[in-house]
């Protein structure tokens, strides 16, 4: 039989012991030192598989971005191949050959949530420069995902032209867009 001095002093413990446990520090967060994510090039239609000739000049031109304006990234991802869509491919292999960095296509566009807590939970990542070509639609939500806040709620249909940077530094995400500036007509900017 257990008193009433008995079930108060068990009472404690259990606090003293959930008290401990929430006093403990938790494990390290593991991120990434920065990720970029970019669009895929430009295509010819919305229902083209390939990059038009302009996403070919821009996915030609996206190594001119690094070091020149964005860190060199270590990782590269890319949404993937389907039989309705080759773009994220196509715009990071000239990048991939210049970089001599494979490609990382296990996830199709629509898994973003999973790719975002591989990259914040994976010590692989941990300080990391990883770029991420991805279709616009989904864009948003992956940035949101990887914790970025003030991320625009869409990404614009004709935007090719552009890249979304998530810099990580201890439990803050900074977030900013920059311009590309790879070829004429693309938006002046940052």
Not at 39 to 65: C, F, I, M
Not at 128 to 142: F, G
Request: proline letters at 7%; a positive charge.
């Amino acid at each position: 039989m257990i008193t009433r001095r008995g079930f108060l002093g068990f009472g404690v413990m259990g606090l003293r012991s959930a008290t401990a446990a929430l006093a403990a520090p938790a494990a390290p967060a593991t991120h990434p030192a920065e990720i970029v994510i970019l669009r895929h090039a430009e295509k010819p239609t919305p229902k083209d598989v390939h990059l038009s000739e302009r996403g070919l000049q821009r996915a030609a031109a996206l190594p001119s971005l690094f070091p020149a304006r964005l860190a060199v990234p270590q990782i590269l991802i890319a949404a993937r191949q389907s039989k309705h869509s080759n773009h994220a491919h196509e715009t990071l292999a000239p990048l991939a050959d210049a970089l001599h960095l494979p490609i990382d296509e296990h996830l199709p566009d629509g898994k973003y949530r999973e790719l975002a807590r591989r990259l914040l939970s994976d010590a692989r990542y941990e300080g990391m420069h990883v770029c991420i070509c991805w279709h616009h639609e989904t864009i948003p939500q992956l940035a949101s995902a990887l914790g970025a806040r003030g991320a625009p709620s869409k990404w614009h249909d004709k935007v090719f032209d552009q890249v979304w940077r998530l810099r990580y530094q201890d439990d803050r995400v900074r977030f900013d867009v920059v311009s590309q500036h790879l070829l004429p007509g693309d938006r002046a900017g940052d």
